[in-house]
């Protein structure tokens, strides 16, 4: 268990609404991660960051937002959703020790955006 | 063109069998490379690092090919638990982003 929550873990919203998911760590590491996971197009990185702060932009970044004012913390945020942006939304935390490639994962946050 | 490339499947296995699939990345440049599994609506969980001699965890042997740029998984004497996703995984040097295949599906069958 790496002590990864996301919420919320379902959610359905209208064309249009502000979103904010949450990523929260209880281990305290530098590396966070967004992904998404759409039928034929497997795990897609939104956004990731390194720090306090410091957050870098993934293939598919646009319509999303992070922000990183804690350790624990890093939230997507979606400023107007729109129904492309429907999709599996995975949080990941890559320890400070440990193998590079490996990410360990939230249980997914599910949205609907109708 | 995808950076990592997966055939979806499914690899539909008699149990016992032995399965192998293939993965290819189009990033000269991409320095590790791993296998994910995922299983039905849960989050993917790392199986196996890939080594460029190749590795092997009990009925689970990865192999490298950097001249034709695929990575490779066999699963020898299937189980039914072994139905799930796998995912490869190629990382860019500093090995802060990694890219993930679309996934191969596979359904071991009694």
């Known amino acids: 268990d790496a002590g990864i929550t996301q919420s919320p873990r379902h959610k359905v919203t209208e064309t249009g609404t502000p979103v904010t998911l949450r990523c929260h760590q209880t281990e305290n590491h530098r590396y966070m991660y967004w992904y998404r996971q759409d039928p034929g197009h497997g795990l897609r990185l939104i956004h990731y960051?390194?720090?306090?702060?410091?957050?870098d932009k993934g293939e598919v970044s646009d319509g999303y937002s992070v922000s990183r004012s804690k350790t624990e913390d890093f939230l997507l945020t979606l400023e107007s959703a729109t129904s492309s942006q429907t999709s599996v939304y995975f949080c990941?935390?890559?320890?400070?020790?440990?193998?590079?490639?490996?990410?360990?994962f939230g249980e997914g946050s599910r949205l609907t955006v109708l | 063109r995808k950076e990592v490339e997966q055939d979806p499947g499914p690899f539909n296995v008699p149990e016992g069998a032995t399965v192998a699939f293939n993965c290819t990345y189009s990033?000269?440049?991409?320095?590790?490379f791993f296998w994910y599994r995922q299983d039905c609506r849960k989050e993917p969980k790392l199986l196996m690092s890939?080594?460029?001699s190749g590795n092997e965890d009990g009925r689970f042997t990865a192999q490298l090919n950097r001249a034709s740029q695929y990575i490779s998984l066999l699963i020898r004497d299937s189980k039914l638990s072994d139905s799930a996703t796998y995912l490869c995984v190629a990382t860019e040097a500093a090995g802060n982003k990694l890219t993930f295949g679309g996934g191969t599906r596979v359904l071991v069958k009694p």
């Open positions: 990941a935390i890559r320890r400070d020790r440990g193998y590079t490639g490996e990410l360990f």
């Open positions: 960051s390194y720090g306090v702060k410091d957050t």
């Open positions: 890939v080594y460029s």
């Open positions: 990033n000269s440049a991409s320095q590790s």
